[in-house]
């Protein structure tokens, strides 16, 4: 079973910065899409960035553009979320998924397979 784990997550102030991590056991990241989505308390599971097969293209939403950046290492088996310039309304569990490529409809997550744990991001004000 494909099943990503997100890692990186941890308490920060408004304005810091954290980097999170995506990374798979047991198979190779390299022929997927990845995409970091985020859920905060009572809202939709709601679409952050993907990053193609390739890495050479990465889509944002629009309330993290300019802030945050999506980038593979596929030799770590890895896909990272540098976050900067982080808000209070950035605060949510994070999570990584796997599609095929990511497309003109990257930001539904019903399109997404191996949705694992999440880590927690909180950043106070």
């Known amino acids: 079973q494909l099943q990503l784990v997100a890692s990186g997550g941890g308490l920060v102030q408004a304005g810091g910065s954290l980097r999170l991590s995506c990374a798979a056991s047991?198979?190779?990241?390299?022929?997927?899409?990845i995409g970091w989505f985020r859920q905060a308390p009572g809202k939709e599971r709601e679409g952050v960035s993907c990053?193609?097969?390739?890495?050479?293209?990465?889509n944002y939403a629009d309330s993290v553009k300019g802030r945050f950046t999506i980038s593979r290492d596929n030799a770590k088996n890895t896909v990272y979320l540098q976050m900067n310039s982080l808000k209070p309304e950035d605060t949510a569990v994070y999570y990584c998924?796997?599609?095929?490529?990511?497309?003109?409809?990257?930001?539904?997550?019903?399109?997404?397979?191996?949705w694992g744990q999440g880590t927690q991001v909180t950043v106070s004000s």
């Open positions: 990053i193609s097969v390739s890495g050479g293209v990465t």
């Open positions: 047991g198979f190779t990241l390299d022929y997927y899409a």
């Open positions: 998924a796997l599609k095929a490529a990511c497309g003109n409809d990257w930001l539904r997550s019903i399109r997404y397979n191996g």
